[in-house]
Each structure stands twice: as C-alpha cells, then as structure tokens.
C-alpha cells in the first residue's frame, strides 16, 4: 500500500507546469476529465526549434486498469497511423512516472459547429460553397483513413464512427481537420466495441451503426454522418429535430426516408441537394461507394460554381468571425510560455464558445420516453483530442438483452442571455443628414438606430442642397448590427438630377487577406463577395498591417455583371 502511495505522488509530482515529459515541457493543464487530462506543452529543439502540443494523459486511477490503458493505446495506435492533412496528427505515445500520454498536435481552431453558429449569428452565413469546400477537406481525410494499409500491408479498414460537427475543426489559417479517433473502429484494434453496444452521436449515427455490432460497420457509415453534417450546413436546420432520443433512433432506423433537403430549404440548388441525399441514403448500398466518390462528385459541383474557396480564404474567414478570440489566444498561449498563465486562462486556450450545436439546433433535454428507458446504467467522461463531455449508458428497452446505447448527458440548463436588439449605424456623406425609418424620425447622421424589428424598412436621408436617398434595409433578426453609409449628391441649379448609375458586383480574393478601400470607404476584408459596385474603373486599396502590406489596384465592373478577381499580393 506504501508503495502503491508513493508511486502515484511520484506521478502527480512528475506532471505540473515546468516539468519535463519526455521531449516535452509542459505549460498548463487546460481541462480534466473523469478519465483523462488535458495538458498544454512546449517540444524543444536544436537552434531554437519549438512547437506547441497539446498531451492527453491517462489519471492515476485508470493506469492501473488493463483494458482501459488498451483502449488509450489502441486511440493513439490508430491515429499514429494516419498521415494526411485533413487529420489531427499524433507526434508521440509514451509513459512518465507510471501514466500514459499521447502528444497531439495544438489546433488554434473552431469546430465546424461554432463556425455556423458564429457566422449566422454576425449575419454573413456560411455559404454553400463555404460549406461544400469544409465538406471536401473532410471527405479527404477520412478518404485517406479508409484506406490506409497498415506496416504489414493489410488494410486497416478504420472508420472514425463519430464524425460530427464537433469532431471536424477549422483553423485560424484556414486548414480543415478531423479530431478524435478515440471511438474508431480499426482491423488491428486491441480493445473492440461488444455486441449491443453503440459508438458515436445520434444525431449523425448511420442506421446500420445504430442497429448493427463494429463488425457490420464501413466506411460509408462516416459518408452518410458528412451528409448529416452538410445537410444542417446548407439548411442551417437540424436533420433530426427531436429533443427526445428516442424518436431520434426511431426515425433514424425505421422505413421512412430521409427528410429532403429542398423541402426545408428550397434555396439550395437541386444538382447539390441530390449529392448530399444520395450521401444520407438508410440503404449503404444506395449511398456513395466511397469517400473519394463523394468528395469528386462535390467538386465537380464546385467547378460548376467557379471553384471553393482556397485555405487563404476560409482563413480570413475565421479572422473575420474569430478577431478578438484568435487574440485572447495568443496572449494565453504567450502567457503560458512565460509560465504565468492562470488555471481560468488555461480553459480558454480550448474552451469553444458557448453554443455548442449546429445552427437550429434545440437545447438537448433529458431523455423522455416512458417505458423504453429503463434506468442509468452509469456514467464515463472522456476527453477526446481537444476535449469531450459526459457519456451516459442508457438501457431502451425491457428486455433480457437490452441494447446499450452512448448519448450526451444534459448540461444544466442555463436561463438564456437577454435578446441584443438590432441596431443600424448611420453615416451620410456629406454628414449631418436627417434620417427618417418608415417615415418616422431617426435623428442626424451620423447616428445608431435601436432598437430595430426585425424584417424590411424603408430609410430615408436628406439634406439641403442635395438630393434625397431611400433605401431599403433588411434586418434579419436581434442582435444583428448593420453599417451603413449613404451618399447624397449635390444639386447643381439648372442641372437635371442624376439617374441612378448602373451597377454590377465584384468577388475579391486575396493571398493574405485585407481589408478592402475605395477611397475613404471601407468595403470590407477579403473574400469580398458579390459587393454591389457603380459600373466603371475603380481603384482600390489593399491594407493588411500585420505583413505590412498596402497595394493599389484598378478593376473594371462591367453594369449588371459579376467581376471575379483573385490576387496573390
């Protein structure tokens, strides 16, 4: 017992901030779990050579436990295996003071999910080709992953089984990446998965993996959870709206088709809604054949759309909906290297925000259901590679061979944050306009309106000695918070007002990112898309400071044409 004691302060002694861990120097502990910690870390070189990981450690109580550390092993076994862009990238497995660690790559990033929800929140959804692009990233690793053959040259036949919002990243430089083998099912797997039992979300589970053991699972089981995940992108709708789990199994393994995706969202283009319902087809054999086939059929729609956008772009992207928390990061992860980081700081470095779903999603309620649910069974937190929450064993029904199933434990449900109400910025050039809004008084420019409802209205700006401008302004729901500048022309006495010049739009995108000016006008940061501009030559100026940067353009929009232009500075 005395040894047993002394060996387990031995290992807490070995694992706090400034110890060395194999090749590793460790920084802050940035989450604990029921199983496993999180820690961040720093590997050393020669000539300055330093790279920041993170490291999954196994606590004391588990290490002792044969299938448990197998099943650790068999994780860090599988991913170590798998070399592609697209996946997290494991750089080590080893053991310290008697516990065992997995090193992992530090992703500054965002799942997919708290993209959506970022995005729709600031009012610039994730477009389709947005969206169709973070789809491709991820058929590409997973293609890679269903493939791979292992050192004796057998396939390895892995399939992620947990593909999901959560479980796909995209980083602050624009890179997509899958997260978490953790629940992988793989040919040479130490620890497999017992009859009965079901890995993965409910909400992105294939029908055959909610009805079937490991052994009758492949890789079009992960096809048909991309097609769950681009459906709720393209829709900003949940597949399976239920808070009761289920009638979420029910719909997903009973006869009844798929919902269509164009009857809740006729907006997306057939050609693409077909490719994600072939995607979510109950029948695997009805479904793509494999990941390759997929990814090409949704590049070749991108083709037909002018292309996806490229990492430069999804990474302005993430600037643009992630500024202030790309930041707060890098001062943390400064922080940490000085070792003063506080244990609040260190949960931020991979703390997501706070909503967690996809957009349209309802807050999970505890399982209803009277009757099929028996009773909890137990309990498991684990932590993936940035971190997972509770996993709770439920029995759905009263029979001697009750099926056991994996789903989310509830979060305790928090009073929802007052409604921001939306707002409108007013300027005028030249200043001092008076503004009416739907023939209400509004003030002078410059000036903010709030609050404002939801739907059209009608603005309203004059100034003496200048023509009177209406404009029509949409505003999608609270929170929203739109800028607008409105320019009034002079008149000149004897001279017959203009006629509204004619229009077109340009798209811009630029290697780095900038921000975009005409003028004293800001027009926004790349990627523009499809910025109403009077037709004729306009000379822009590009600015991003963190290069250095400042160049000078000329493009030409044609009246009543798209102008696309793509520039690496």
């Known amino acids: 017992m005395e040894n047993s004691l002394a060996a387990r302060e031995k290992a807490v002694a070995s694992w706090v901030p400034g110890a060395v861990v194999g090749r590793f120097t460790l920084l802050a502990k940035l989450a604990t779990g029921g199983m496993a910690e999180i820690w961040l870390a720093r590997q ?87 969206s169709v692009q973070i789809a491709v990233a991820a058929l590409d690793g997973l293609a890679h992953a269903h493939a791979r053959v292992g050192v004796n040259g057998q396939p390895l036949n892995v399939v992620h089984r947990d593909v999901s919002p959560q479980n796909i990243v995209l980083t ?47 890789g079009r089981a992960d096809l048909f959870a991309i097609g769950v995940v681009l459906y709720e992108l393209l829709s900003h709708k949940r597949l399976w709206p239920f808070e009761d789990q289920v009638e979420q199994l029910t719909a997903l393994i009973g006869p009844a088709p798929v919902p269509e995706l164009r009857e809740r969202s006729p907006e997306v283009p057939e050609a693409l809604a077909g490719l994600v319902m072939r995607a979510l087809a109950k029948d695997p054999q009805a479904r793509w054949s494999n990941a390759t086939e997929f990814k090409s059929a949704l590049e070749h729609w991108l083709r037909t759309q002018g292309g996806g956008p490229t990492n430069s772009e999804l990474g302005a992207l993430m600037h643009q909906l992630f500024s202030d928390r790309i930041a707060r990061r890098t001062q943390l992860i400064e922080k940490a290297n000085r070792g003063d980081l506080t244990p609040m700081g260190a949960g931020e470095v991979i703390k997501p925000p706070t909503d967690r779903s996809m957009p349209g999603a309802t807050p999970i309620g505890a399982a209803s259901g009277a009757g099929a649910m028996m009773g909890v069974l137990g309990t498991l937190l684990g932590l993936g590679v940035l971190g997972l929450g509770l996993v709770g064993y439920l029995v759905l029904n009263n029979s001697s061979t009750a099926t056991v199933v994996e789903i989310p434990i509830p979060q305790p449900i928090e009073a929802p944050p007052p409604a921001v109400p939306a707002e409108l910025v007013i300027q005028s050039q ?21 609050p404002v409802e939801p739907g059209e209205h009608l603005l309203e700006a004059s100034l003496d000695g200048h023509t009177s401008v209406k404009r029509v302004v949409k505003v999608a729901g609270p929170g929203e918070r739109q800028r607008l500048v409105i320019s009034l022309e002079p008149v000149v006495a004897g001279v017959a007002p203009k006629v509204a010049a004619a229009k077109g739009r340009l798209t811009l995108s630029t290697d780095p990112w900038t921000h975009v000016f005409e003028g004293d006008r800001q027009l926004g940061d790349t990627p523009l898309v499809e910025v109403p501009l009077t037709a004729g030559r306009h000379q822009l100026r590009l600015v991003n400071e963190e290069r250095k940067l400042s160049v000078t353009i000329e493009v030409e929009v044609k009246a009543g044409q798209l102008t696309k232009k793509v520039l690496k500075l």
């Open 44 to 130: 050393g070189g020669l000539r300055g050579f330093e790279k920041v990981v993170v490291i999954k450690r196994i606590l004391d109580a588990f290490s002792s436990d044969p299938s448990f550390v197998e099943m650790f092993l068999d994780e860090a076994r599988i991913a170590a295996q798998l070399n592609h862009p697209n996946i997290v990238q494991v750089h080590d497995l080893g053991e310290c003071a008697g516990a065992y660690y997995i090193a992992m790559e530090y992703l500054p990033s965002e799942h997919v999910a708290a993209v959506a929800r970022t995005a729709l929140k600031q009012g610039t959804p994730l477009g389709f080709t947005f």
């Open 172 to 218: 602050y430089d624009g890179q997509v990446k899958l997260v978490d083998f953790g629940i992988a099912k793989a040919a040479n797997r130490s620890v497999q998965t017992s009859g009965g039992q079901l890995k993965g979300k409910f909400a992105y589970m294939a029908p055959e993996q909610a009805v079937a053991t490991a052994r009758g699972i492949d």
């Open 430 to 450: 030249p200043a001092g306009a008076t503004l009416r809004l739907d023939g209400q008084s509004a003030g002078v420019a410059p000036t903010t309106i709030s």
